[in-house]
T-cell receptor, first 114, second 110 residues
Framework: NAGVMQNPRHLVRRRGQEARLRCSPMKGHSHVYWYRQLPEEGLKFMVYLQKENIIDESGMPKERFSAEFPKEGPSILRIQQVVRGDSAAYFC????????????FGPGTRLTVT | QQQVKQSPQSLIVQKGGISIINCAYENTAFDYFPWYQQFPGKGPALLIAIRPDVSEKKEGRFTISFNKSAKQFSLHIMDSQPGDSATYFCAASRVNDMRFGAGTRLTVKP
């Protein structure tokens, strides 16, 4: 059973460009969560999605950031007009259960903004 | 607002020793307490988790001790091995919220 897949693993963008991060949950999981991790820090919740629905986006900045989990295909975290402060590791997790329980994390996408 | 406090920040243990990492939470509504292990460049891996209706859970060399009245829980790694060297995160969650501790970097010396 394949785990959570994320791609790309590393992404370099210049300031002002767009970053698109993709996440495919574990088979049978319909709940997806995105987290951001800065070096030497813990994980900060960004957004919780189910298929075609955003359940909780309280941790996501109101501007430049958006997320979706379409009926078909992976979940996408999109960052428009990236700035240096967006440089971080972005992790996706999936769960078979509703809520913030039993989450399994992907390997992450390391975004570097130059 | 930090709702889960984790200590120590870093820990060095000799091979074969016991590693102990502590966490304290504030919100009594939390009802699920997982521990994650993260190696450099990798994603966090779910290690073990506990519900507040039990005081201890053991899986192999890993044990969670839970003190509901004190709002504290801890991870014990018995017979620590160099391969256990990683960063460990505790977390506390409920149906609509999850908070992580800041992490403990564990080094097990051979």
């Amino acid at each position: 059973n394949a785990g959570v897949m994320q791609n790309p693993r590393h992404l370099v963008r210049r300031r002002g460009q767009e970053a698109r991060l993709r996440c495919s949950p574990m088979k049978g999981h319909s709940h997806v969560y995105w987290y951001r991790q800065l070096p030497e820090e813990g994980l900060k919740f960004m957004v919780y999605l189910q298929k075609e629905n955003i359940i909780d986006e309280s941790g996501m900045p109101k501007e430049r950031f958006s997320a979706e989990f379409p009926k078909e295909g992976p979940s996408i975290l999109r960052i428009q007009q990236v700035v240096r402060g967006d440089s971080a590791a972005y992790f996706c997790a999936s769960s078979p259960r509703q809520g913030f329980y039993e989450q399994y994390f992907g390997p992450g996408t390391r975004l570097t903004v130059t | 607002q930090q709702q889960v406090k984790q200590s120590p920040q870093s820990l060095i243990v000799q091979k074969g020793g016991i590693s102990i990492i502590n966490c304290a939470y504030e919100n009594t509504a939390f009802d699920y307490f997982p521990w994650y292990q993260q190696f450099p460049g990798k994603g966090p891996a779910l290690l073990i988790a506990i519900r507040p209706d039990v005081s201890e859970k053991k899986e192999g060399r890993f044990t969670i001790s839970f003190n509901k009245s004190a709002k504290q829980f801890s991870l014990h790694i018995m017979d620590s091995q160099p391969g256990d060297s990683a960063t460990y995160f505790c977390a506390a969650s409920r149906v609509n919220d999850m908070r992580f501790g800041a992490g403990t970097r564990l080094t097990v010396k051979p």
